[in-house]
């Protein structure tokens, strides 16, 4: 079983719409835990990193959350664009594993006009 | 800052052939680079991790004779993808990271094609 897993697999919205999207891991204890926007063959890009102390981090219309007791988070992406469209990654970075990090699946976000 | 190149960023390839896959860490020294592989609609799958000037640590069921990673310096790494063959065509993503800070910064990813 994937130590992170991630909700929808799939998802379509409108544009100008908002979404969240869910992730959920069994990693514990861990370092920080991150979101990644990949756009199709492209490679992963940073959108936010909490530690395992912190709640919720923004980056602009992208905000992340964190529940360490029930081991969730959950990125929202507000107002969404055609833009957004792309692989949203659930990354979590054990503790003492240095730089290692574990992957979600990844939730595909499609944002029709 | 922080920036990631691969070269090249995609390539076609007959099989039996190999194929090098070159990763820049562009404005800072990457003491630990990483290799990835991904499949379609795949998330990434770690390959192995190098640290400058020592051996390559290679993930279970991958072929360390077949992708053979050199990290020469601290703002290189290469993979050799040998005797490719078909089942090799993936999407290669290198990342490189810093002694005692958890970012990774990934590189733009190489599209392999083996005919």
């Known amino acids: 079983k994937n130590q992170v897993e991630q909700s929808p697999q799939s998802l379509i919205i409108l544009e100008g719409k908002n979404c969240t999207l869910q992730?959920?891991?069994?990693?514990?204890?861990?370092?920080?835990l991150r979101w990644y926007k990949q756009d199709t063959g492209r490679g992963p890009v940073s959108l936010t990193i909490m530690t395992f102390s912190e709640n919720t981090k923004s980056n602009g219309r992208y905000t992340a959350t964190l529940d360490a007791d029930t081991k969730q988070s959950s990125l929202h992406i507000t107002a969404s664009q055609l833009s957004d469209s792309a692989s949203y990654i659930c990354?979590?970075?054990?503790?003492?594993?240095?730089?290692?990090?574990?992957f979600g699946g990844g939730t595909r976000l499609m944002v029709k006009p | 800052g922080a920036v990631v190149s691969q070269h090249p960023s995609w390539v076609i390839c007959k099989s039996g052939t190999s194929v090098k896959i070159e990763c820049r860490s562009l404005d800072f020294q990457a003491t630990t680079m990483f290799w990835y592989r991904q499949f379609p609609k795949q998330s990434l799958m770690l390959m192995a991790t190098s640290n400058e000037g020592s051996k390559a640590t290679y993930e279970q069921g991958v072929e360390k004779d077949k992708f053979l990673i050199n990290h020469a310096s601290l703002t290189l790494s290469t993979l050799t993808v040998t005797s490719a063959h078909p089942e090799d065509s993936s999407f290669y993503i290198c990342?490189?990271?810093?002694?005692?800070?958890?970012?990774?910064?990934f590189g733009p990813g190489t599209r392999l094609t083996v005919t």
């Open positions: 990342s490189a990271g810093l002694a005692g800070r958890y970012e990774q910064y």
């Open positions: 990354v979590v970075n054990p503790n003492n594993a240095g730089n290692m990090l574990t």
């Open positions: 992730c959920n891991y069994t990693v514990s204890p861990f370092s920080n």
